[in-house]
């Protein structure tokens, strides 16, 4: 388990790059020790994954809709791979669907954050969903706390 001093290994996959920009700047004003690396697609994040010699991360925050492969789309991937269980997965989309909810939840993604349209709420996000204590929050998962708004 990783505590709240010890660094973290994030990944965020998201075609938007001022969403990524938006994203990466959020993470450098909250100061927090964590190593973030940014992927353009689905696909290049699941040829990074693909790499057996990668440091597993800690968490990856995925967008739903990417051209290449669809976040959902590595999401299946992701938890058919045994490597890959104790990372937990964050769905970020600016789509608040019920049934993007519904199946991303059933794949097994740990929490669905609609996309925030404002930075400082953005930072309150990351750092709330980075200080949950995953170990925990996956053991008591269901639909009511899956879904993460500000």
């Not at 353009?40 to 040829?47: T, V």
Request: glycine share 2%.
């Amino acid at each position: 388990m990783i505590s709240h001093k010890d660094s973290m290994h994030i990944l965020i996959a998201d075609d938007d790059e001022d969403d990524r920009t938006f994203f990466s700047e959020a993470m450098m004003e909250l100061k927090m020790n964590n190593k973030l690396t940014l992927f353009n697609d689905g696909k290049d994040l699941m040829d990074y994954l693909s790499n057996p010699d990668i440091i597993m991360p800690h968490i990856l925050f995925l967008d739903l809709n990417m051209p290449y492969m669809s976040g959902f789309e590595c999401l299946k991937v992701i938890r058919a791979d045994v490597r890959f269980k104790d990372v937990s997965i964050a769905i970020y989309s600016t789509s608040s669907s019920e049934k993007d909810i519904e199946e991303t939840f059933v794949e097994g993604a740990n929490i669905y954050i609609k996309k925030p349209n404002d930075f400082a709420k953005l930072k309150k996000v990351i750092k709330d969903v980075l200080n949950i204590n995953w170990q925990f929050h996956s053991s008591g998962l269901n639909k009511e706390t899956f879904f993460f708004s500000i």
